[in-house]
């Protein structure tokens, strides 16, 4: 069993940055693909970016490329989710999930722990 929490949203104005971070519990965290989705009002769950247990490897969505960055810290069982140049199509709920001992995914039902999300609103 692995249990997110979310934290770092907030409201932020249209070109500014923040930081998500994700805690995770348990001992085998380095095991864990991780990513990160994002949900808007009124649209599907949609990809943003997700990290290999060790690190070598992270992919993001396409138009997130560039000011988007996930990293993990497996020490402090944490995810990090850094954004910058916001824009107000970024409004969203970001959610950080878990995929233990597999490669990492772009698809949701692909992982298998969820948190219950971070609110980030970017306002024009």
């Known amino acids: 069993q692995v249990q997110l929490v979310e934290s770092g949203g907030g409201l932020v104005q249209a070109g500014g940055s923040l930081s998500l971070s994700c805690a995770a519990s348990?001992?085998?965290?380095?095991?864990?693909?991780m990513g990160w989705f994002r949900q808007a009002p009124g649209k599907e769950r949609e990809f943003v970016a997700t990290?290999?247990?060790?690190?070598?490897?992270?992919y993001y969505a396409d138009s997130l490329k560039g000011r988007f960055t996930v990293s993990r810290d497996n020490a402090r069982n944490t995810v990090y989710l850094q954004m910058n140049s916001l824009k107000p199509e970024d409004t969203a709920v970001y959610y950080c999930a878990a995929r233990p001992n597999r490669p990492t995914s772009r698809e949701a039902r692909e992982y298998d722990y969820w948190g219950r999300g971070t609110q980030v609103t970017v306002s024009s």
């Open positions: 990290i290999s247990g060790g690190s070598v490897y992270s």
């Open positions: 348990g001992r085998t965290f380095s095991a864990n693909a």
